[in-house]
């Protein structure tokens, strides 16, 4: 009786452990198409409707920041749930890039998209961009005053005089940016310069805010922030001017937002289309008519006409796929900005 008991238990017990196999199973099913979207997530939205509207393929999207989700991603390695990857800035990209968890993208997308805005080992590619800038109080500082190079704001005449978000991601592709460019040395010193001279903020539009209501003169930010709010109510906006370092300046860096496709996806023809979606000129419209203020990179694909052309930029050549990010935490940590 026990036996037969035993039995019927261990089958039951089968039986709900298939059940709960098959309704996870269908529930993966149900999602589709799993985004892991460190993007805006208005803008992440606005692609994957456009997207699904064309194609009827749906898309589950899931949001955070690039290096959270860098980080879970391979964590999770060949068993993340996600079929692509999209991030702000690109040292994300090249963090799971390194860790061998990308697919190679089909030719024919990464051809809509120009060299300098995707790496040349074609596992993910540029899908938008973003210049950086001084954001700078037009009723405290006139033209003539303001910094000629990123790198003036160390000296300590800008002592308590501007302001950044040195704790995101944002920010620390710039710093990754200056890495490449100038080197460690240089890096370094510059660190301590912000370390001595800026207030630090929780994100751009904080540090915008605090330049408009004259709590710093300047912030160093990534120009959108500005463009979002001068199209809303610019109550945040209105007593700043946008400073362009351009002239190769680290100060001018651009940075590429990415899109990749992990290699464990079982969507990996939907993932391919996504991808290829976002850097046609279908997909590259939603930057230029929505209000997200980003750059499209897509070859011959217009931004918003409110923006300074990317080719006026005048912006310092940076090989995206090769910023590293852990070196800038490493060095960021040690002059105890983070």
Known sequence: MKTALNRFSLALAASLLSATALAGSAHAQDEGLVVYNAQHESLGREWIDAFT?????????????????????????????????????????????????????????????????????????????????????????????????????????????????????????????????????????????????????????????????????????????????????????????MHYFKNQDPGAFVSVSGGGILKSTQHMKDAQAFLKFLTSKSGQKVLKDGDSYEYAVGKDAPSNDKLTPLADLNAPKVEASTLDSKKVVELMTAAGLI
């Open 53 to 241: 509207k064309e194609t009827g393929i749906k898309v589950t999207m899931r949001q955070g920041s690039d290096m959270q989700f860098a980080n879970q991603i391979i964590q999770e390695g060949d068993a993340s749930p996600a079929d692509v990857f999209l991030t702000e800035n690109s040292p994300a990209m090249t963090l799971v890039d390194g860790a061998g968890l990308f697919a190679p993208i089909e030719k024919e997308t990464l051809d809509q998209v120009p060299e300098q805005y995707r790496p040349v080992d074609g596992m993910w590619t540029g899908i938008a961009a973003r210049t950086t800038v001084f954001a700078y109080d037009k009723t405290k500082l006139s033209e003539d005053k303001l910094p000629k190079s990123l790198l003036d704001l160390q000296d300590p005449a800008w002592k308590g005089r501007w302001g950044a978000a040195p704790a995101g991601a944002d920010f620390q592709a710039i710093v990754a940016a200056l890495l490449q460019l100038k080197g460690e040395d240089a890096t370094k010193a510059w660190l301590k310069g912000l370390k001595d001279n800026a207030t630090p903020y929780k994100g751009n539009s904080v540090a915008m805010k605090a330049v408009n209501a004259g709590e710093v003169e300047g912030a160093v930010i990534y120009h959108y922030y500005w463009f979002g709010d001068q199209a809303k109510t610019g109550e945040n906006s209105k007593n700043v001017g």
